[in-house]
């Protein structure tokens, strides 16, 4: 199906065109590369220029950490009440311009409109949460090992947080970490993607108006993302950095703290298996996968990458999912009623061909798609695949991408061997009505977030993160303010 109207110039939709920021967001200024480079920002869609934003250096950087580290003490030193209420005032704005920014990240992303707009209000959860969370740090009185000594535990802000944030989801994994970040007590230098500054830049905005003091948040654009990480890595005033993006990046981001041992959060790449038993609700289990597997066009650390499929359902699973993934509408993001957008960018499409592209040549069935669309770009087809043999790339790589690869399996204790059988641990998902298998399986899967009968597991309210390669570290709920807090023993003597 193909939503119709092609809409290439969407800023003049915009009801706030001042949240359309192009510059750098330092020490509570907007500027300007200090070489004056820019980058363009494209349309995954038109593949038009939307917006040209600061190709910043290894300089701009450096002031960016340099802010931060300034304005460090006297928002480490404000209440958490105090914090708190600017936080809340961000977070209704957000919500207040939810439109535009959804437009913004539709238009940079890729995402269908409505689901941009679902992006940007999820996102602002994680404000409201920690806005009230940075209340909840509760330190410890231990009972002492002398009469005369007392033991007190405190809780501290890290210091300078660095955030490098990924281009899937633009605007929901900034808040997920600037708003624990800031709720904390820590200042922020974030490097939102190369592909998608807009939303940050447009969030950065917003946080002025919302009185989030100068040097508190500050943004930098780049088109060198190697050399503005190698600052947020090496600078000794960074004490922390959070990073969300590919494991292989994640593994050097790790390597270059190492230098002078700043705290690390990792939220790596995944392999989920999203496993279908006999006994499963089968209308539950389609659209929980249709959830997991196309948001986003599939481009999502948790999209579910192996599909298995116990024998004695898998020809009619295999039907029904056909018929749901052909009734998808794919179109332009910004057209009333697409459901699936294009791929982020020319190297994005051109793997997904290539994985879907080394599985037809290896004697895979393509059951829908299985080809670019007829669109062009980079958009691709929504695609279910069966048969594919295991030494596929596709079995083994992230797709990201709409691509469904059907698999079939005989028994729990093989499934549950061959889900584990994965260098990654992010998320994983299965369907059955029996509740002893749903806490065998539950908890035999090494992953870090189980969906039991149900394929849509993202909220603030719970921790999300992974094992194995896919990363250190939790965000979102109670656990993700932990990631930047120091924990101070205080022994007092004396005491008489
Ligand atoms: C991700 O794909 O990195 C995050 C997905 C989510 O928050 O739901």
Redesign the pocket.
Known sequence: MEASKIISAPWDRLRDTTLLRTRNLIGGEWCSASDGGEHAVLNPSSQQVLAKVPASSEEDARRAVQAAHDAGKEWAELTSKARASVLRRWHDLILQHRDDLGLILAAEQGKPLAESVGEVV?GAGFVEWFAEEGKRVYGDVIPPHAKDKRIVVVKQPVGVAALIT?W??PS??IT?KVGPALAAGCTVVLKPAEDTPLSALALGELALRAGVPPGVFNIVTTAQPASVGGVFTSDPLVRKLSF?GSTRVGKMLMAQCAGTVKRVSL?LGGNAAFIVFDDADLDAAIAGLMACKFRNTGQ????ANRILIQDGIFDAFSKRLVEAVRSLAVGDPLADGSQQGPLINEAAFLKVNRLVNDALARGADALEGASVHDRGGWFYQPTVLANVPSDATICSEEIFGPVAVLERFSTEADVVARANNSPYGLAGYFYSRDVGRCWRVAEALEVGIVGVNEGSI?TELAP?GGVKESGIGREGSKYGIDDYLETKYMCFGGVA
Do not use: G, H, L, V
């Open positions: 999820y990924p899937n989801f929901a994994m997920r969300t939220e999502t650390c948790i999209s993202s999300f």
